[in-house]
């Protein structure tokens, strides 16, 4: 439980979370970075309270002496939280499944933890290179695909994290045979099929993800930004069911309540179903079972339900079926996710007559992040010495699909092929982004190659003269 500092012994506060224990732990815990953040702190008293009419909890400006005493000397601030949901919730069951803990075969890092968090809105950036009204910012441009769409925040992770989302594309196209003769890449080569009977060939039109990416009002450093790679993994939502299950006979005014959806509880939308010994009409609310001993009440309960959904008015949810099945009547809810777990109720006599299951075991889609990585490539050359004689490569034959290079390569700066960045650069610059790469772009034009047959043209000989 949190504590308020005592601010004549403590100057600032460090914990460490469940997940920083874990990397510490596995001996892979290096901090080499730190940030400020001033969230905890409300610089004008105006904002601490407004009405719905716009009135401030105070109608007068603080000055600046009365500010520096409030946030200094009269404000208490509480220690660093290091848990950040309710300790009965905080366990996260995907850790132990199936008999073993998941962390002795894949790495917690995989999967990020349900405490494991990274802060933004941090004060200032330790490399500012601009104005004093200036603050570090991102250019982010798609050279080759649109940007579908944008936010500020990531749901996933529930921070200030801004989100883009680019989709590649890949067309295959019909189109008549032609001979590269001076490809630029090893895709000039592989990008297409050989020619058809019809001088037909099916060429792969490839638009990667192509993206300009600059933090501008800051020093440009050798490493400006880390590359890491998660995929999404959704899990479907599943339905609720109940059932309801005959034990005994039922007596004479037992009622099960059973409504459409657990809001329609609140709106009148449900049904007493009575056992009665003579059944009247129905009524309103209230359908009528008749008692014929404990297997036969259950079969009238189950066509009471039946007929109830069959005649139910159009207004009113149809959210699951019904179906009988032994001595049981088995109800599966229609509507996916959470919102189809609701209760059935009953009267306080119904316990040692029916076992009643209410509707439960239904979970909403939930998206995961799951870490990929990078397979790691010994270098040649450590600190100037060459390490070993050959340059080291990836095998793509072993890859698994927790590594990046399994599913796609990662090209950054001198990497990628100067042509297509240079095309990409001209285009956004005629409409001022004002894009500056690395590469000579001038230079970079293409070149119609021809080749000539230094014997000269092949021609029918001339007959020879007698």
Not at 112 to 121: A, G, L, V, W
Not at 232 to 244: D, P
Not at 276 to 284: L, R, V, Y
Not at 349 to 354: K, N, P, Q, R, Y
């Amino acid at each position: 439980m949190a504590k308020f500092l005592n601010k004549k012994e403590q100057v600032y506060d460090l914990k460490l979370t469940s997940y920083g224990h874990y990397l510490m732990s596995i001996g892979i815990f290096e901090p080499v970075y730190y940030a400020f953040f001033d969230d905890n702190i409300l610089y004008d008293s105006s904002y601490a309270y407004e009405d719905n009419s716009g009135n401030t909890y105070t109608n007068r400006k603080e000055g600046q002496n009365e500010i520096d005493l409030r946030i200094k000397k009269q404000t208490q601030y509480l220690e660093s939280f290091v848990l950040f949901k309710e300790v009965d919730t905080n366990e996260d069951t995907s850790i132990f499944d199936d008999g073993y803990y998941k962390s002795d075969v894949t790495a917690i890092e995989q999967t990020p933890r349900i405490d494991m968090f990274k802060f933004d809105s941090m004060i200032g950036d330790a490399h500012l290179d601009a104005a004093a009204h200036t603050a570090p910012a991102w250019k982010i441009i798609s050279l080759q695909n649109e940007i579908n769409k944008s936010s500020v925040t990531d749901t996933l992770s529930d921070s200030n994290i801004p989100q883009i989302d680019i989709v590649a594309k890949y067309t295959k196209r019909i189109v008549d045979r032609t001979v590269d003769i001076n490809p630029t890449s090893v895709r000039g080569l592989m990008d297409s099929t050989p020619a058809f009977g019809d001088d037909k060939m099916i060429q792969l039109e490839i638009k990667d993800v192509l993206v300009y990416a600059e933090e501008v009002n800051t020093e440009l450093l050798t490493e400006n930004f880390d590359v890491e790679v998660f995929a999404v993994t959704k899990t479907t939502a599943t339905h609720a069911s109940a059932s309801i299950a005959a034990l005994k006979t039922p007596s004479d005014g037992d009622f099960i309540s059973i409504a459409t959806t657990q809001a329609n509880y609140t709106r009148d939308h449900y049904y007493n179903y009575v056992f009665k010994t003579s059944p009247g009409a129905d009524t309103a609310n209230s359908r009528f079972v008749e008692i014929d001993g404990a297997l036969g009440s259950l079969n009238n309960l189950y066509e009471k339900i039946q007929s109830t959904l069959a005649d139910e008015d159009a207004s009113i949810d149809k959210s699951y079926t019904v179906s009988a099945g032994g001595f049981k009547v088995i109800l599966m809810n229609t509507i996916s996710g959470v919102k189809g777990n609701f209760s059935i109720k009953a009267s306080t006599d119904v316990a040692g007559t029916f076992n009643i299951d209410g509707f439960k075991g239904a979970r909403d889609q939930t998206e995961t992040l799951e870490r990929k990585y990078f397979d790691t490539v010994i270098p040649q050359v450590v600190d100037g010495f060459m390490v070993s004689p050959n340059k080291s490569e990836i095998d793509y034959t072993e890859l698994t699909t927790g590594s990046v290079e399994y599913y796609f390569d990662i090209l950054t700066d001198t990497q990628i092929e100067p042509s297509v960045a240079c095309m990409g650069a001209s285009e956004f610059n005629k409409k001022s982004y004002y894009i500056d790469l690395d590469f000579d772009c001038e230079s970079v034009e293409a070149q119609n190659v021809s080749y000539y047959d230094i014997y000269g043209p092949v021609t029918e000989p001339e007959p020879c003269q007698d």
